[in-house]
């Protein structure tokens, strides 16, 4: 079968970029025994602090970011695409970047992607969440064409909290994204109601893969993340899975041909059509 074979690497990062990099080190030569071509890690690979101030403190420009340089090491090392799901990185004005990063099997940087979709809600059970107040959106929607299965592969960027933005996933998909992506450190409690049938929507009305790797369980910050690191085909059927919350990785074969027959059966982006969207205003 053509193709390749993809994995995500479920993390549990702390606060110390040190021992995630660590972690990350042994998840990723996993992956790379198993046979894998891709490798997907979460959002926030490198630390997941939600104290501010610590966070900043730690905060590295891209070129001095030890996760940015790990990761690139690594993708050369087993020669693999590696994805770094996302990390934080200086930005201007005081602010962070959370940043996705793709490195080729030569260690080269193929392409970032900045989350665009901020988490600002307060949830039912008391969790309140601003990551505008620390994280400068992105602005620009991602797609990169990856060296996989011997042709490139068109992937589309997200990070967590994008996943309920269907439009950013249809602008790639009409792009000519065959895989999607959306790595995540998702809360514990949406992600019981909402994590699977998300992502499954995303790879169903697209007709594509849908990859997401996952933070899980609790971390040292004291937040508690979902886990369920994923891989689902585009009929919307798991491929494979990282079962609870626990550090792992799961693995799938990934044929890129199986896109386009899809499509073909059910071709909703074929048949989509403009329509005018004239609404009457509220009542005040």
């Not at 403190?57 to 020669?79: N, R, T, Y």
């Not at 392409?111 to 994280?135: C, P, Q």
Request: glycine share 10%.
């Amino acid at each position: 079968m053509a193709g390749f074979k993809a994995a995500v690497v479920q993390m549990r990062s702390g606060i110390s970029p040190e021992a995630n990099v660590s972690a990350l080190r042994e998840l990723v030569a996993e992956a790379a025994a198993g046979g894998a071509h891709y490798v997907q890690t979460p959002e926030m690979t490198g630390m997941l602090c939600r104290d501010r101030a610590q966070l900043m403190a730690e905060l590295k420009p891209e070129a001095e970011d030890p996760v940015v340089a790990a990761a690139s090491a690594l993708a050369a090392d087993h020669g693999i695409v590696l994805h770094i799901g996302s990390t934080a990185v200086g930005a201007p004005g005081g602010m962070a970047a959370n940043r996705a990063f793709l490195f080729g099997p030569d260690g080269g940087r193929i392409a970032t992607y900045d989350k665009i979709h901020m988490f600002d809600v307060d949830l039912d059970n008391g969790e309140s969440w601003r990551e505008s107040r620390t994280y400068e959106p992105g602005t620009a929607a991602g797609v990169a064409d990856l060296p996989l299965g011997g042709e490139n592969v068109r992937f589309g960027l997200a990070v967590c909290y994008d996943m309920r933005f269907a439009e950013l996933f249809r602008a790639q998909a009409l792009a000519g994204a065959q895989v999607l992506t959306a790595p995540a450190a998702f809360t514990r409690q949406t992600g019981e109601a909402h994590w699977h049938v998300l992502l499954r929507a995303r790879a169903i009305e697209n007709g594509a893969f849908m990859i997401a790797a996952a933070q899980g369980g609790v971390h040292e910050d004291g937040r508690e993340t979902y886990g369920h690191s994923i891989i689902i085909d585009p009929w919307g059927r798991i491929l494979a899975e990282v079962n609870g919350n626990e550090p792992g990785v799961a693995f799938a074969d990934i044929d890129p041909s199986s896109v386009a027959a899809t499509r073909g059966k059910i071709p909703n982006l074929k048949n989509r059509r403009d329509f005018q969207a004239d609404f009457p205003a509220l009542p005040a």
